[in-house]
Nanobody, 122 residues
Framework: QVQLVESGGGLVQAGGSLRLSCAAS????????MGWFRQAPGKEREFVAC???????YYAASVKGRFTISRDNAKNTVSLQMNSLKPEDTAVYYC????????????????WGQGTQVTVSS
């Protein structure tokens, strides 16, 4: 059974930092694109960042320069370092994996975690 389990969410003040982690099990994801999405209340799930299996990285314009995605294929994990957090970053953050060229759309991913809440207070 394939599982993606996120951790590291929480409450932080604006300007602070959090590091999200995603642990994968049930299969090896080293040939998959691994991504992070987020969904705020009343809004659609939106792309945040991803790293392809060739380690190319892509970021949403809203987080570029503040967030950094990384992966450790030996440990089957992917992380998202989030700095200079803003209240508008508040959302449930989801880890996802897929063999896709359409990395900015949720439909491009086959596997999803349950999400972890990130709340940024002003």
């Amino acid at each position: 059974q394939v599982q993606l389990v996120e951790s590291g969410g929480g409450l932080v003040q604006a300007g602070g930092s959090l590091r999200l982690s995603c642990a994968a099990s049930g299969r090896t994801f080293n040939t998959y694109t691994m991504g992070w999405f987020r969904q705020a209340p009343g809004k659609e799930r939106e792309f945040v960042a991803c790293m392809s299996w060739t380690t190319s990285t892509y970021y949403a314009a809203s987080v570029k320069g503040r967030f950094t995605i990384s992966r450790d294929n030996a440990k089957n994990t992917v992380s998202l370092q989030m700095n200079s957090l803003k209240p508008e970053d508040t959302a449930v953050y989801y880890c996802a994996g897929g063999r896709t060229s359409f990395y900015e759309t949720p439909k491009g991913y086959d596997y999803w975690g349950q999400g972890t809440q990130v709340t940024v207070s002003s």
